[in-house]
T-cell receptor, first 115, second 111 residues
Framework: KAGVTQTPRYLIKTRGQQVTLSCSPI?????VSWYQQTPGQGLQFLFE???????NKGNFPGRFSGRQFSNSRSEMNVSTLELGDSALYLC??????????????FGQGTRLTVV | TQLLEQSPQFLSIQEGENLTVYCNSS?????LQWYRQEPGEGPVLLVT?????EVKKLKRLTFQFGDARKDSSLHITAAQPGDTGLYLC???????????FGQGTTLQVKP
């Protein structure tokens, strides 16, 4: 069974640019969540998509957005990049259909560096 | 706002020692998960606990969920260098994919 695949693994962008990250969940998982990980703040929840609908949202500015396609693949977009957006962006997939179904399986992450 | 306080933040011990990591909150969680993360990689799920008072064992690792489902602990017996890494607890409310993470415990086990 294939795991969660995130692309690209590494990205370097300039301030003001925008970026799109991609995530393919485990087959059969309908929930995809995105997290930002930084040394100072740890892992922070960005948003969750379930069956193509945003089901939960964290406390991030509107520059952070996402979407989910009918095959459950998800993309995350960050517009007008700031230096503080440099982080490891993690995607997690889960069944999210029961208490044990909240177990999250993470991809390897995308390391975004904003210069 | 739900928060998970994880302690200690850093732990450096000798091979063979025992250790306990704590995860505490004032909020009730429907389930709690423990993950281990290596540098540059995504977290890997170790265990999920859903019932208050539940105890789960994974070889030398013992996980416990508090009776009130507000806290959890991870105990490692006879730590080995291979246990080195970042340990994260994460709580879920309801059946959604949203997880609240603790700040993490960086464990270093010296041979």
């Amino acid at each position: 069974k294939a795991g969660v695949t995130q692309t690209p693994r590494y990205l370097i962008k300039t301030r003001g640019q925008q970026v799109t990250l991609s995530c393919s969940p485990i087959s059969g998982h309908r929930s995809v969540s995105w997290y930002q990980q930084t040394p100072g703040q740890g892992l922070q929840f960005l948003f969750e998509y379930f069956s193509e609908t945003q089901r939960n949202k964290g406390n991030f500015p509107g520059r952070f957005s996402g979407r989910q396609f009918s095959n459950s693949r998800s993309e995350m977009n960050v517009s007008t990049l700031e230096l503080g957006d440099s982080a490891l962006y993690l995607c997690a997939s889960s069944l999210a259909a029961s208490r044990r179904g909240t177990e999250a399986f993470f991809g390897q992450g995308t390391r975004l560096t904003v210069v | 706002t739900q928060l998970l306080e994880q302690s200690p933040q850093f732990l450096s011990i000798q091979e063979g020692e025992n250790l306990t990591v704590y995860c505490n909150s004032s909020s009730v969680f429907s389930s709690l998960q423990w993950y281990r993360q290596e540098p540059g990689e995504g977290p890997v799920l170790l265990v999920t606990v859903v019932t208050g008072g539940e105890v789960k064992k994974l070889k030398r690792l013992t996980f416990q969920f508090g009776d009130a489902r507000k806290d959890s602990s991870l105990h490692i017996t006879a730590a080995q260098p291979g246990d080195t890494g970042l340990y994260l607890c994460a709580g879920a409310s309801g059946n959604t994919g949203k997880l609240i993470f603790g700040q993490g415990t960086t464990l270093q086990v010296k041979p």
